[in-house]
């Protein structure tokens, strides 16, 4: 029986750590959200799209994914992307939809 109290406790906590996760990170993609990239200049673009790496990368450690989250960012990343080609910035790093 302590054992199953064990895994259940782990359980929660990893839930937890998911819901702060995803409170910060909407909070965060609100912010990113504010302004359209076109009205950015080039090194606030570029400080966003590491936010929007950032997000992805922690966003698909958590299981079960919440794909809803995690196409947002994909979507926000891709504006940015369009954006910072058209400025001739490279991009190196695409990523992807679930």
């Known amino acids: ?3 199953c109290q ?6 929660v906590k990893q839930l937890m750590k998911r ?8 909070s965060t993609l609100k912010l990113l959200k504010k302004n359209p990239p076109r009205l950015l200049h080039d090194k606030l673009i570029l400080d966003y799209h590491r936010k929007t790496h950032m997000l992805y990368k922690n966003a698909i450690k958590h299981k079960p994914l919440n794909r809803v ?7 926000l990343h891709d504006e940015f992307v369009k954006e910072m080609l058209t400025r001739d910035i490279e991009h190196k790093n695409p990523i992807q939809r679930i």
């Open 6 to 11: 064990k895994r259940r406790k782990e359980q």
């Open 19 to 26: 819901r702060l996760f995803e409170i910060e990170g909407f």
């Open 1 to 3: 029986m302590a054992c």
């Open 69 to 75: 989250f995690i196409n947002q960012i994909v979507e």
